[in-house]
């Protein structure tokens, strides 16, 4: 647990964060909802905010004011136990509220914060402004990702900003990590932030296999592309097989051949593909093709966690062969925080490391994100195991 003041520090730093990411939005970019999967940033700055208010100042505020009746309606995200939500589908029908009045929320928020925890309240609210604030966090990574997915979509294919840098290449050769068979401990041990999906720790027995030291490259990708790794329905799951052929997908999200010439949105603008990159944006069935074209496979999420502290990890999520499932001894939290993680845990594959988009001081060895296996819009790429 962190300190009372350092908590708070944490906590402001984290909310101006936020901010930092909408900064360089236009006004018109706040509502825009391309796809169910991605939410306007108008209801990321809200549904961030809502989650302070609704479990920390509703029932604990000795003096808090709440801001708008409504915007438990209009920012709870799937907590079932806190009542009815605008479906998630209907986030971008939103013009209102405005977003001038979202941001006033935020400081409405914010300062009941530091109003609450400036009066030394009762020792279990630093747990959940702990949770609220890695929950922002994970809200800064989805801040980024849809703004790319918003801005990716726009026929003139804005520049979000010259800053971002989302293809940092490995510069070392690619080789392979050998790992002995043998138990390995999994799961979170000290007494750091981690989420309940991290824990209990236990053993698992694994067979000796060989890991990459890097991530594939876009060059890679294009070999296997080039291979007709999209045409050879043998590499695919028949789902994947049919996700292929329903979606007609040929190439990595955000790809587009120019004059011949392979190119990629990214959020500096239109860029020309970097082979020496980590690809990226690819669903778990690409990465199950590419592998199995390769002869390879994909690592476990046991088999990562085991053998992360050999190789650098953190530019991109990593698809794994495992489902998202509990560990053993798993307990959910009682109430609206027991639905942060235990009800996603059907139909979703894991993935392991981080990204770019990953907010500082947010991701571990044993943090446990998960996606369905179509998505690509997150900063997905594979490390090759056999």
Same mark, same amino acid.
């Given at each position: 647990?962190? $300190? ?19 900064? *360089? ?5 706040? @509502? ?50 806190? =009542?009815?939500? @605008? ?11 405005? #977003?001038?009045? #979202? ?14 925890? %400036?009066?030394?309240?009762?020792? =279990? ?28 979509? &726009? *026929?003139? $294919?804005? #520049?979000? %900003? ?19 068979? /043998? ?13 309940? &999906?991290?824990? /209990? ?11 990459? &030291? ?12 080039? +291979?007709? =790794?999209?045409?050879? !329905? ?15 997908? %040929? ?22 593909? &970097? ?14 093709? !590419? ?14 966690? +085991? ?27 009682? /109430? +609206? ?6 009800? !996603?845990? @059907? ?5 392991? =490391?981080? %990204? ?31």
């Amino acid at each position: 647990m962190i $300190l009372t003041d350092s908590l708070l520090d944490f906590f402001l730093t984290t909310r101006k964060r936020t901010e930092q990411i909408c900064e *360089p939005l236009e006004i018109e970019d706040y @509502v825009v909802q391309p796809i169910v999967d991605v939410s306007p940033p108008k209801w990321h700055l809200g549904h961030s905010s809502w989650f302070f208010e609704e479990f920390i100042l509703k029932p604990h505020g000795r003096d808090y004011k709440i801001f708008d009746a409504d915007f438990s309606f209009v920012f709870n995200s799937y907590y079932e136990t806190v =009542g009815k939500r @605008v479906v998630r589908s209907d986030r971008g029908n939103l013009s209102r509220p405005s #977003v001038e009045k #979202v941001y006033a929320y935020r400081d409405h928020v914010t300062h009941g914060i530091e109003n609450l925890f %400036s009066q030394n309240p009762d020792p =279990g609210l630093y747990d959940i402004l702990e949770i609220g604030i890695h929950h922002e966090k994970q809200h800064q990574e989805l801040l980024l990702t849809d703004i790319k997915y918003i801005l990716g979509n &726009n *026929p003139l $294919l804005p #520049v979000y %900003s010259d800053d971002f840098q989302e293809h940092r290449t490995e510069t070392h050769q690619q080789d392979w990590i050998a790992m002995e068979e /043998g138990i390995y401990e999994i799961g979170h041990a000290s007494d750091d932030f981690c989420y309940d &999906n991290e824990l /209990g720790r236990h053993k698992v027995y694994l067979q000796p296999y060989e890991i990459a &030291n890097k991530l594939v490259t876009n060059s890679d990708y294009l070999a296997f592309m080039d +291979a007709g =790794g999209y045409q050879k !329905f043998d590499l695919w799951h028949a789902e994947g097989w049919d996700w292929v052929n329903q979606n007609d997908i %040929s190439a990595p999200l955000y790809w587009h051949q120019i004059d011949g010439e392979w190119h990629h949105y990214t959020l500096n603008g239109l860029q020309k593909i &970097n082979g020496n990159a980590p690809v990226t944006h690819i669903s778990y069935y690409e990465a199950f093709a !590419f592998a199995q074209w390769k002869g390879c496979r994909l690592p476990t999420e046991f088999e990562w966690e +085991a053998s992360q502290e050999f190789f650098s990890w953190g530019k991109r999520w990593e698809w794994t062969e495992s489902a998202y499932l509990p560990y053993p001894n798993y307990t959910k939290a009682d /109430g +609206a925080l027991g639905e942060y993680n235990g009800k !996603f845990m @059907v139909n979703q594959k894991v993935l392991r =490391g981080g %990204s770019v988009a990953t907010a500082e001081n947010h991701t571990r060895p044993t943090y446990r994100n998960f996606f369905q296996t179509g998505l690509r819009w997150q900063f997905t790429s594979l490390r090759l195991t056999k």
